[in-house]
């Protein structure tokens, strides 16, 4: 087991976050923050394979990544409960959500440690220029989204004004 | 009144799960190669191997490093009778309780060979029994399973023509197969 299988769940955290916070209508911006971070925790792939870091630091640099992770599901419970008050809602994505989530991130922590083996299914090699097509793709659809968003957020902020008609007595 | 769809949030959703398969892929694909780059081609000692036999002084065997291959340098024949090294080397089985299958075969066979009438490897075991004989003029195969820890000899029959000149050579060159080694650990 290498250290990166916790960037990955890192990774999907912060790729459930921005889902989430879609879901329970959270700012956009925080949307895309969370959504971007994944991006950054696949960009730390590269830059440590690249580089060439040590194992030790790699799995400190993942930790502290996929702590953040963790700190950011805590923290959108807190203010789902906080901001709607519906203890439902705030149940549920403890139970769903964050309990689980802290869990298997207690546990990938702790088999990495213990350098206990897990079998996972082998998977065929996917070409690095499709993985880097994928990413791209992925990157330019966000950014788009992101764009679209901003703009779609500025005429809501200044509404375009209506002229009324004069009514002549 | 009915209220009107969010389209904005629909597409963005949409936006965001089709990045997160693609995101979830990637990363996965990553994780995949950086795996098998962390998979280097490990060493391991050989569990059969070749060593001296009594009569290696005569045969001049040559034992390789770490006992994987053998070579013969001063192997000769009588013109018209058959010589015979009987303990030319030996195939040791190191492993404590698994039996190897073993495969001897001719590789290569250059030289006066025509001049050579006979040339016979023939496995014994402990007891003495034969457990397997290449006829390497005919170049077939022989099947032996070496039992663990347990040594077994090798015997060399070379019978050269009576017609043959003291000046001719041949050189053969055998391959040991063994099946399961590294499978068993």
Redesign the interface.
């Known amino acids: 087991m ?1 250290p ?2 916790i ?2 769940l890192g ?2 955290i912060f ?2 976050l ?2 989430v916070t ?2 329970f ?1 959270l700012p ?1 911006l925080i ?1 895309y923050v969370y ?1 971007i971070s ?2 950054v ?2 960009g730390q ?2 830059i440590t ?1 690249v580089f060439g870091i040590n194992e030790e630091t790699r799995f400190l640099v993942y930790l502290a990544y996929l702590g953040i992770g963790i700190a950011n599901v805590i923290f959108i419970n807190t203010y789902i409960h906080a901001r709607d008050e519906r203890i439902v809602w705030t149940t549920s994505f403890l139970c769903g959500i964050t309990i689980p989530l802290l869990l298997s991130s207690f546990l990938a922590t702790s088999l990495y440690l213990n350098k206990i083996e897990i079998s996972l299914p082998s ?1 065929p ?2 070409p ?1 220029e ?2 880097l097509a ?2 791209f ?2 990157a330019i ?2 950014v788009g ?1 992101l764009i679209a ?1 901003s703009i ?1 957020s500025e005429r809501n902020r200044f509404p375009p004004i209506r002229k009324d008609r004069e009514v002549k007595k | 009144m009915k209220p009107r769809p969010n389209y ?2 629909i ?3 949409t ?6 398969l ?15 780059q ?1 998979s280097p081609l490990s060493l391991k000692t050989a569990k059969v191997v070749f060593a001296d036999g009594t009569d290696a002084a005569q045969a001049g065997t040559n034992v390789g490093t770490n006992g994987t291959y053998v070579q013969f340098t001063s192997m000769s024949g009588w013109p018209n009778a058959t010589r015979i090294y009987e303990n030319a080397t030996v195939i040791m089985n190191s492993d404590s309780a698994v039996d190897f299958t073993c495969e001897l075969s001719r590789d290569s066979w250059t030289g006066n060979t025509g001049s050579i009438d006979e040339l016979y490897v023939r496995i014994y075991d402990d007891s003495g029994t034969p457990q397997g004989t290449l006829d390497v003029k005919a170049g077939n195969t022989t099947s032996f399973t070496i039992i663990h820890t347990e040594v077994w000899r090798v015997e060399w029959r070379i019978k050269w023509n009576a017609n043959a000149l003291s000046t001719d050579t041949a050189t053969v060159t055998l391959a040991l197969r063994i099946t399961g080694e590294g499978t068993s650990e």
């Open positions: 290498l990166e299988f960037g990955i990774i999907d790729l459930l921005s889902i879609c879901l209508d956009a949307q959504h994944a991006f925790g696949l792939f590269w394979n998977m090699l996917v690095i499709v993985i994928t990413v793709v992925s659809a966000i989204s968003s779609s | 904005s949030k597409i963005r959703l936006i965001f799960m089709s990045s997160t693609l995101v979830t892929l990637a990363s996965a694909a990553v994780y995949n190669y950086i795996y098998l962390a």
